[in-house]
């Protein structure tokens, strides 16, 4: 029975620099029952009032003045635990380290507390520049179970810094798991992490599956960026993958810079796209990205600006004939025409025809039927659409839709003259 009321190990896990326990682990970690001496009573309640009030120095004379009546496994485990929550209080490292053994060579902790215990002790020993104990602490942590993930975490950072990238690949992977079984959201550092890793050990499934939940969680400027810039080097052998990409980094307001600016404009251009090359130029000079006395981008400008309006001209009989066409050819060219001009009902109507008739890239029209739905506001329908594009187009579709779903049903559209300003960094 219990003799003498104490916070308990979880408590003393919580207080101080340690981080806390997981709130499953908090629920398994009942408080034992033991039966203190009489010396040792007397000695922690003198602790307890000390540390009430602060005085850590009082509290560990009378922690070891106790410590010299130790009798029974109660007396060392109480000692053990109130050394534990002084040490924390005063961040004294080696005195962590101290009652953390001692903690777990005592048979009164549960097997869910002892795997804390090495977590704790890991990151104590990584703290002081010790990654072998460290990287010790914690596997073993893992080998009695825990369920923490930030213990997978830790173990994952010191994996890659011995060059383990598979390993570490593993570790995220398992604290992943973890945290998402216990339906905490997952921190932005962690997926950052992950990508990183993942990228070292060049398995790209990976990466893309982390920058998408990365995107879904938080849809920054920096994590759209970075996240559509690394997959364009993906799919550097398909020029129209890549300028749909750069259509998304439009659509989500994410061009920054010069750089940015000019790419685009010089992606369209080479694809075959003018009205959304002029209109990137339009608005990189509105926002001041784009220097309107520069001779490069003034001849861009010129060139797609002849190139769009000799385009518009013949848009409607073009229209006209690809309705009564044989094959889906033309209506997928009229499609490409009202897209690459923002009229996105348009779009969608003959990227339908295009599929219909047959006789094109079904893979294409469809991703490019998606993003016009999307940016048009018919997100549900997009969704639909882009879930069924699949091949070396899925990847791209998939960003698309992780756009689509960040989107309110008929948004206002939006167009590359729209894009933010706030990030006034060059550089592409």
């Known amino acids: 029975m219990r003799m003498f009321r104490t916070a308990g190990l979880a408590a003393s896990l919580m207080s101080g620099i340690c981080l806390a326990m997981p709130a499953a682990a908090q629920e398994q970690a009942a408080a034992p029952s033991y039966e ?95 990654n072998n104990a460290a990287q010790s602490s914690l596997q073993t942590a893992v080998q009695r179970g825990s369920t923490n993930p930030r213990t997978y975490v830790a173990l994952a950072s010191l994996l890659q810094q011995a060059r383990d990238n ?35 050990v060049g398995d790209q499934g990976k990466v893309a599956q982390w920058y998408y939940a990365l995107l879904a969680a938080y849809p920054t400027v920096r994590n759209w960026r970075d996240a ?35 790419a685009f404009a010089q992606a369209a251009n080479s694809a075959e796209h003018p009205g959304e090359a002029t209109r990137a130029i339009e608005a990189g000079r509105g926002n001041s990205m784009l220097d309107g006395r520069n001779a490069e981008i003034a001849a861009l400008a010129r060139t797609t600006g002849q ?3 000799s385009l518009r001209g013949r848009l409607e009989s073009r229209a006209t004939a690809a309705r009564s066409a044989a094959t889906g050819a033309e209506a997928m060219a009229v499609a490409d025409a009202y897209l690459d ?14 599929v219909e008739k047959g006789g094109i890239d079904a893979q294409r029209a469809n991703l490019r039927l ?16 882009l879930d069924g594009v699949t091949g070396p187009l899925g990847g791209v579709a998939r960003y698309w839709t992780v756009f689509a779903n960040t989107r309110p049903a008929q948004a206002p559209v ?8 706030s990030d006034n960094a060059t550089g592409g």
């Open 36 to 130: 203190l001496s009489r010396d040792v009573r007397q000695a922690a309640q003198q602790a307890q009032l000390a540390i009430a009030q602060n005085n850590f120095a009082a509290a560990s004379a009378a922690l070891n003045q106790a410590g010299a009546a130790v009798q029974n496994d109660g007396d060392r485990y109480v000692i053990a635990t109130m050394q534990l929550d002084v040490a924390n209080r005063t961040f004294n490292q080696a005195a962590q380290v101290a009652a953390i053994d001692a903690l777990i060579a005592s048979p009164m902790v549960s097997e869910s507390e002892r795997a804390e215990l090495y977590y704790h002790r890991g990151r104590i020993a990584y703290n002081s520049g010790d």
């Open 228 to 262: 559509l810039r690394h997959y364009r080097t993906t799919m550097a052998a398909d020029p129209e993958a890549v300028f749909d990409l750069w259509r998304l980094q439009a659509a989500t307001e994410t061009l920054t810079g010069e750089g940015d600016y000019l």
């Open 341 to 354: 001009f923002g009229q996105f009902a348009e779009a969608a109507e003959f990227y339908r025809l295009a």
């Open 370 to 385: 998606g993003i016009a739905l999307s940016q048009a506001g018919d997100v549900a329908t997009a969704r639909t659409t």
């Open 414 to 421: 939006m167009t590359p003259a729209a894009v933010s300003t």
């Open 307 to 309: 190139a769009a309006s």
């Open 166 to 200: 598979a390993g570490a690949l593993a570790a995220v992977d398992q604290a992943f798991q973890l945290q998402q079984t216990a339906a905490v959201p997952i921190p932005e550092d962690w997926y950052r992490r992950a990508i990183d890793i993942a990228q070292r």
